[in-house]
């Protein structure tokens, strides 16, 4: 059995090396999950204000809404 200790290294080293391991590896699954989430509020930002335009867009050709009314609700979606 002697010889194995080479193969799998020496018990206390293995498990310290393989404990960063796991550490690093839940650090960057961690980091990637908040680049991921902070790329999805954006886009679903823009999203949802596409969708208010079209809704303001549809409201308009319907005739539900003045000119001016619609110029004035445009403005305040875009700032």
């Given at each position: 059995?002697?010889?194995?200790?080479?193969?799998?290294?020496?018990?206390?080293g293995?498990?310290?090396?393989?404990?960063?391991?796991?550490?690093?590896?839940?650090?960057?699954?961690?980091?990637?999950?908040?680049?991921?989430?902070?790329?999805?509020?954006?886009?679903?930002?823009?999203?949802?204000?596409?969708?208010?335009?079209?809704?303001?867009?549809?409201?308009?050709?319907?005739?539900?809404?003045?000119?001016?009314?619609?110029?004035?609700?445009?403005?305040?979606?875009?700032?």
């Amino acid at each position: 059995m002697h010889h194995m200790n080479g193969v799998f290294g020496s018990g206390m080293g293995t498990m310290m090396s393989g404990g960063f391991f796991w550490i690093v590896l839940a650090i960057v699954f961690l980091y990637l999950l908040v680049k991921k989430s902070a790329r999805n509020t954006g886009h679903n930002r823009q999203a949802v204000e596409k969708s208010a335009i079209d809704i303001l867009n549809k409201e308009y050709a319907k005739g539900n809404i003045s000119e001016r009314e619609y110029a004035r609700k445009k403005n305040n979606l875009m700032h």
